[in-house]
């Protein structure tokens, strides 16, 4: 479904990405959005439960496609409660990573972390594909 979406590519002085979505006009068709959306409806669901709040926002959501030589340097997610990784195709050694400490994602997994939390996607070095969907979500409480 991505390779549907036009080729678009940042290259700017902190990101070298081959294929996204993230900057193409809003009318462009996402086919992939609806399945996503669903896929991460149990995950969110927890998350918000978990929390003692009463719902959960997705702001916007966006893919990134990562090849030889590509990369995503130290950044955040300003106004959000959470920056989210879902692991689409994810080789040994390329998940995101962290300033402080280190996470190994795998292919299928989701990773939710505060929004303000520094944190990249290294080069990658081999003849490899990476590809993510990354997501900001914020939670509601409700206070009773």
Same mark, same amino acid.
């Given at each position: 479904?991505? =390779? ?8 700017? *002085? ?8 993230? /900057? ?9 959005? /609806? ?12 998350? %918000?439960? =978990?929390? +003692? #709040? !009463?719902?959960?926002?997705? *702001?916007? @959501? ?6 030889? +030589? ?6 955040? $997610? ?8 879902? @692991?689409?195709? #994810? ?9 402080? @400490?280190? +996470?190994? #994602? ?5 990773? !939710? @972390? ?5 944190? !990249? ?6 003849? %490899?594909?990476? %590809?993510?969907?990354?997501?900001? %979500? !914020?939670? $509601?409480? =409700?206070?009773?």
């Amino acid at each position: 479904m991505f =390779d549907k979406i036009p080729k678009n590519s940042i290259n700017i *002085q902190n990101e070298n990405i081959v294929h996204t979505d993230w /900057s193409i006009p809003a009318e462009i068709d996402r086919e992939y959005g /609806s399945l996503f959306l669903e896929l991460i409806k149990p995950h969110m669901t927890k998350i %918000t439960k =978990d929390l +003692k #709040c !009463s719902d959960y926002e997705v *702001q916007n @959501f966006w893919f990134q496609r990562y090849e030889q +030589k590509n990369y995503h340097s130290w950044h955040i $997610h300003p106004h959000a409660h959470f920056a989210n990784v879902y @692991f689409v195709e #994810c080789p040994k050694g390329f998940s995101t990573k962290f300033m402080h @400490f280190d +996470k190994e #994602c795998n292919e299928g997994d989701i990773i !939710s @972390f505060p929004a303000f939390l520094p944190h !990249s996607s290294p080069v990658i070095t081999e003849n %490899t594909m990476k %590809t993510i969907i990354s997501f900001n %979500t !914020s939670i $509601h409480y =409700d206070p009773l």
